[in-house]
Structure formats: structure tokens, C-alpha cells
């Protein structure tokens, strides 16, 4: 499993995109163990989510970060989320949370550490649909409610979300159909979006 993602992020980019070369990367993922059924999750700190978004295709149309996201860069794992120090890491067993489409970010979250699981951050939700963009379907998209941007007074009201832009507004008409990084009140709900989760996370062994 672990070859054939990286060579799929080989093949977009990825290596020219962070600045490093295929055989530095390639190391990286080598050091991985190859578990059936986890994700090839790219660090932020290797590429950030804003790079990422353009690698995932949809429809022949690369993926964009809304307009109005621009502090994208600022929204960090939330408190409790343990997120590998590592370039690449895995991701396992993730859902879509298709079951959670109608809930808010607010209810969701519960829901989902108290089933034992872990909510993905905006990166690693991306880093899923560049290993299997076909997952990003109409009416069947999700949010990233892993990530959260801190303030002074707490965390922003917004949580990252992916889904398919309709090509209206600001979006342009040229982004109709193509997978959008955006972001929702964290009180409302959307049919449209489930709440992207997973097992657990792990990182070479020293």
C-alpha cells in the first residue's frame, strides 16, 4: 500500500512541491510500516494544505482553497489531537462520516472521540482525496473538524471543509465541479457534509 501511495505523490509533485528530492521522500515513506489500509498523510510542515489543494483533481479540475480562507495557514490541530512529528505519517481506517451528514461541527466532535476515534485536521483530509479523489462526491463531501484556528478568546467560530464547488460566486464558473477547500460555522449543519474521522495515527519507529 505504501509504494503505490507514494509513488501516486510522486507522480503529482509532491517532491517538487515541498522542495525536496524523490529519493529525500522516498526515504520518508520507506521508513513508514505498510499497513493495509492506512493513509500516506503529507505534514504541513512538508506541504502545507493551501499547496496541497491544487494536487487533488476532480473532473480534470484541480482543487481549490476558497477566496475568503486566507488565514487557511493559521487553523492548527486541536487540543488532544496528537499529530505525528514526522514529513509523512499514517492515517488509519478512515471514514467519511457520511452517518453525521445534517450534524454541526459542535455535535459532531463528541460524537466522534467518544466512539474512540479521532477527527481528521484540514491536511489529512486532503492527503485522502489525493490518494482517492473519487471519495469527493455530490452530496457526500466532509468537513476537517480536526483542525481549529485559536484567538485570543477561544477558537474561531469556522471548521475546514472539502467539498465540490457549484461554480457560483466567487468560485467562478471555471472551478464548477472541482474539489473546493472552504470552511462552515461550527453551529451549523449541511446535508452535503459528514465529518471525516479516523482510528488512530502512527509515524516511524525510532
Known amino acids: 500500500m505504501i509504494p503505490a501511495q507514494l509513488n501516486r505523490l510522486l507522480d503529482l509533485g509532491l517532491a517538487d512541491l515541498a522542495g525536496i528530492s524523490e529519493s529525500q521522500l522516498t526515504r520518508h515513506a520507506n521508513a513508514l510500516p505498510d499497513e493495509p489500509g492506512a493513509v500516506l498523510a503529507v505534514h504541513p510542515s512538508l506541504a502545507t494544505a493551501r499547496q496541497l489543494a491544487p494536487l487533488v483533481s476532480r473532473a480534470q479540475k484541480p482543487g ?24 509523512l ?19 459532531a466532535l463528541p460524537a466522534i472521540t467518544g466512539a474512540g476515534r479521532t477527527p481528521l485536521t484540514i491536511s489529512e483530509g486532503i492527503s485522502w482525496l489525493l490518494q482517492k479523489p473519487a471519495l469527493l462526491e455530490p452530496n457526500h463531501c466532509f468537513m476537517t473538524i480536526g483542525s ?14 472539502i467539498w465540490i464547488s457549484g461554480g457560483t460566486g466567487h468560485d467562478g464558473k471555471e472551478n464548477s465541479g472541482a474539489p473546493k477547500v472552504g470552511w462552515c460555522w461550527a453551529g451549523n449543519r449541511h446535508t452535503w457534509l459528514g465529518f471525516a474521522s479516523a482510528r488512530n495515527r502512527s509515524a516511524a519507529t525510532p
Open 89 to 107: 505519517y499514517l492515517v488509519h481506517d478512515i471514514e467519511r462520516g457520511d452517518d453525521m451528514r445534517n450534524w454541526s461541527p459542535n455535535e
Open 148 to 161: 481549529r484556528k485559536r484567538t485570543p478568546k477561544g477558537l474561531d467560530a469556522r471548521t475546514p471543509a
Open 64 to 87: 481549490f482553497v476558497v477566496g475568503d480562507l486566507t488565514d487557511l495557514e493559521g487553523f492548527e490541530p486541536i487540543a488532544g489531537l496528537d499529530i505525528p512529528d514526522s514529513p
